[in-house]
C-alpha cells in the first residue's frame, strides 16, 4: 500500500513581480482521485497547473512525485516525469489528422529512413478511441473537422495515452453545450478508473461535485480549506470562494 502521496505540492509559492499570484499551497493527489481546485477568477487556480505542468517555475516550495522532489525546467520535464496537461485551447494541431494529434511531438517511425509510421499510429489510436468510446469516424479525420467535444475527447485520449502519473485540466468543457460536456466527463472517470490521478480545474461547480472526490478552494492565491466532497455542500464551497464564512 502507498504510504506516500503519488503527487504533492508542497508550499508552493509563485510570484510575478510583485504581485504574489499563489502563497504556499500545498495539496496532495494520488492515483485514482479527481480533487478539484475551485475559486473565482484570479484565484490562481491557472497559475497552480502551470506550474506543476513546467510552464512556470515555482517562486518557493516544491513538487514532490511518489515522494521524490522534481525541478520541471518546462513542459517537456513534466512529460517525461509522466504528467499531461489539458488547457483550454487543447494545444492540437488543426491541420493534422487525430492519429498526428494523438502522438504529437512523440511520432512512430520505422525503417533505416525513419520513415512516419502511419499505420502503426493510426491503429494505435483507433484501439484507444474505442477504448473510451470516443467516436470519430477515422482517426485519420482532420482535427478542424471535428466537434469541440470530438476535439476534448482527443485531448484526453491522448492523456490518457502518455500520461503515467497525474493529469492537469483547465476548465476542460468550459465551452460545449450539455451533451458534449456530460460525454468529456465520462472520459475523465474512464481515466480515473485507469488509475491516473487527476487535479481539475472548473468554474462549475456542478460539475465539481458530480467529478470530484475532493475540492481545494483558492482565494486570492491563498489556500482557503480543502474538503472531501461528499462531506461538503454547494453552499460551504460558496462562502469559502467568497469569504462569507
Known amino acids: 500500500m502507498r504510504t506516500t502521496p503519488l503527487v504533492r505540492i508542497e508550499r508552493v509559492r509563485k510570484e510575478f513581480g510583485g504581485i504574489v499570484a499563489v502563497e504556499e499551497l500545498t495539496l496532495d493527489v494520488d492515483s485514482g482521485e479527481v480533487v478539484a481546485l475551485v475559486g473565482d477568477n484570479g484565484a490562481g487556480k491557472s497559475t497552480v497547473v502551470k506550474c506543476i505542468a513546467g510552464v512556470y517555475p515555482p ?39 487525430v492519429y498526428m494529434n494523438m502522438f504529437l511531438g512523440r511520432e512512430l517511425v520505422k525503417g533505416p529512413l525513419r520513415r ?32 469541440g467535444g470530438q476535439r476534448q475527447g482527443v485531448a484526453i485520449a491522448r492523456a490518457v495515452r502518455w500520461a503515467q502519473r497525474l493529469v492537469l485540466m483547465d476548465e476542460p468543457t468550459a465551452a460545449l453545450g450539455v451533451a458534449e460536456t456530460r460525454r468529456v466527463e465520462e472520459l475523465i472517470r474512464r481515466m480515473r478508473d485507469r488509475g491516473r490521478a487527476i487535479l481539475i480545474v472548473s468554474h462549475s461547480l456542478d460539475q465539481v461535485f458530480r467529478l470530484s472526490d475532493r475540492i481545494c478552494v483558492l482565494r486570492h492565491g491563498k489556500q482557503v480549506g480543502i474538503r472531501r466532497t461528499s462531506e461538503t455542500t454547494g453552499d460551504e464551497i460558496v462562502a469559502m470562494i467568497t469569504g462569507l464564512r
Open 59 to 97: 517562486t518557493s516550495g516544491q513538487i514532490v512525485l511518489e515522494g521524490e522532489p522534481v525541478n520541471f525546467a518546462s513542459p517537456l520535464d513534466a512529460r517525461s516525469q509522466g504528467i499531461e496537461a489539458i488547457f483550454q485551447d487543447l494545444a492540437l494541431a488543426n491541420a493534422q489528422p
Open 116 to 147: 512516419l509510421d502511419r499505420e502503426t499510429m493510426a491503429a494505435e489510436t483507433q484501439t484507444l478511441l474505442d477504448e473510451l468510446d470516443v467516436r470519430i469516424d477515422s482517426p485519420r479525420k482532420t482535427i478542424r473537422h471535428l466537434s
